[in-house]
């Protein structure tokens, strides 16, 4: 005013960026100091025309200053997988981890704060998201997965500004398929006892129940579950007392052999 310049102290200045289709991004803000200046770090991740906005205040309009194009390149990435167990039961916890590198320029690096995601490729061809973790710092990542179903596992970056598309090759795993068991906890003698199997994930398959005689698995009955994985089965003929019953599945190209937990059914009077 009057000719003499003053530095706004703390005025916000934002600082964004403008694609090619009009769309404006805010990539960072900084704080002006008593003296006017003020400076700011940001990390682009597209590419676009670059601005520093003043939104203005009382007695002070808005203002702008275009900083010009800015082109960001893309960082060329790669990534390893490290799984822990290549055969475990369904439903099992399973730790995974591995690196996630990125190279641009002649100038190869760890790639810090990238998701990652851990896909299972089931024996039908089905995909499917386990899992994302975020790398490290250090280009680093860990967690666990819990397949349900025999297949490939695979670590991805997909779809990340600045990065381009990656996978690892894939790991093969063996699951064991996983059955439950249902039923009721007390019938009457004479009166047969409607029992539930339910096997994961679904799909038709022959099960058959057993019971614990003299610490041998005893089989009772079978059944044919349908393509929704539940089959039901009725004992008749148990004598008076507890049964210890449990369900087991032979096995397909889904998942191998697994048993069911076990329940107990009182027989009384």
Not at 37 to 60: C, E, F, H, K, N
Request: no cysteine; proline share 4%; charged share 10%.
């Amino acid at each position: 005013a009057g000719g003499l310049d003053s530095g706004v102290a703390r005025a916000l200045v934002s600082i964004r960026s403008t694609s090619g289709t009009g769309v404006v991004s805010t990539l960072g803000s900084a704080t002006v100091a008593a003296n006017g200046s003020w400076t700011a770090t940001v990390r682009p991740r597209s590419g676009g025309t670059l601005s520093a906005v003043y939104a203005g205040g009382p007695g002070l309009p808005a203002a702008a200053a275009g900083v010009g194009a800015l082109t960001v390149g893309t960082w060329t990435s790669s990534l390893t997988l490290t799984v822990q167990n290549t055969q475990l039961a369904a439903g099992v916890a399973d730790p995974v981890s591995g690196t996630v590198t990125r190279q641009y320029g002649g100038v190869t690096g760890s790639a810090p704060g990238v998701p990652v995601g851990i896909y299972l490729v089931n024996t039908l061809g089905t995909t499917s998201l386990l899992r994302t973790v975020t790398s490290t710092s250090a280009g680093t990542f860990s967690t666990t997965v819990t397949p349900m179903e025999n297949g490939t596992l695979i670590a991805k970056v997909s779809s990340v500004p600045g990065y381009t598309n990656a996978a690892t090759d894939p790991v093969s795993i063996a699951v064991s398929s996983k059955l439950t068991l249902s039923g009721p906890s007390v019938t009457t003698g004479g009166r047969p006892a409607a029992l539930t199997v339910q096997l994961l994930p679904a799909r038709a398959g022959t099960v058959t129940v057993a019971e614990l005689i003299s610490g041998s698995w005893v089989d009772l009955a079978t059944a044919t579950a349908a393509g929704t994985g539940r089959a039901a089965l009725s004992l008749a003929g148990l004598a008076l007392g507890n049964h210890l019953l449990r369900a087991s599945f032979g096995g397909d190209g889904r998942g191998g052999a697994g048993v069911s937990n076990s329940i107990t059914v009182s027989v009384r009077v």
